[in-house]
């Protein structure tokens, strides 16, 4: 995910870069390279988000729209707050006070680039330290119903559906079909038919 990220980012980089001096704006190639690197430490930040949320929550998909929420959210937060001064108090602890982004060709704030990437890096190790505890996700994705066992089963759900209350589900499920016996019906040619009524 990281290394798509990059490449994407430095081929953005590129485009601005490669140019010819015509279209120079009076900046450095790593003056033009200080936007991207906030830019960079915010994917990263969600997307390990995304990743420790996958592996807590009962889908990929819940973990990514939760993340993905939280991005959108805090944007529009952050441009609320220029219009309501009352909400600039909750922007301060939110990750888009600490990105720069096109202001930081005029300097890079190395301390906010730091701590943005130190929340990445933090919330990949809880990723990881959560992957290696993991049970073995049956069927991939999954809702929050049973999340603590039902009434017979006493399974207990922690980051996702085990594979023995899944099964344990389909069986359950499976008892309250009815089932209808097959009914032997005579053929034309004097054997005997399976059929349904």
Not at 33 to 61: D, H, I, K, N
Not at 71 to 95: A, C, F, H, Q
Not at 116 to 132: K, S, T, V
Request: aromatic content about 10%.
């Amino acid at each position: 995910m990281s290394l798509a990220v990059m490449l994407v980012l430095l081929i953005s980089w590129a485009g601005w870069v490669l140019p010819p001096q015509r279209a120079n704006m009076g900046l450095s190639a790593l003056q033009m390279l200080y936007p991207f690197l906030p830019l960079f430490a915010m994917l990263e930040l969600f997307g390990t988000l995304a990743l420790a949320l996958s592996l807590v929550l009962p889908s990929a998909r819940m973990a990514s729209m939760v993340s993905g929420v939280l991005l959108v959210g805090n944007y529009l937060l952050m441009e609320l707050s220029n219009l309501n001064d009352d909400l600039k108090e909750i922007v301060r602890y939110t990750p888009a006070h600490f990105y720069q982004g096109g202001w930081a060709v005029n300097g890079l704030k190395w301390t906010w680039l730091a701590g943005l990437m130190g929340a990445a890096i933090l919330l990949a190790l809880i990723a990881w330290l959560a992957f290696l505890k993991r049970d073995i996700r049956v069927g991939g994705e999954h809702s929050w119903e049973a999340a603590a066992g039902e009434e017979e089963g006493s399974i207990k759900c922690r980051a996702g559906f085990t594979s023995r209350l899944f099964i344990w589900r389909v069986w359950k499920r499976s008892r309250h079909i009815k089932r209808t016996p097959p009914v032997f019906m005579k053929s034309e040619n004097g054997g005997s038919e399976r059929g349904a009524v």
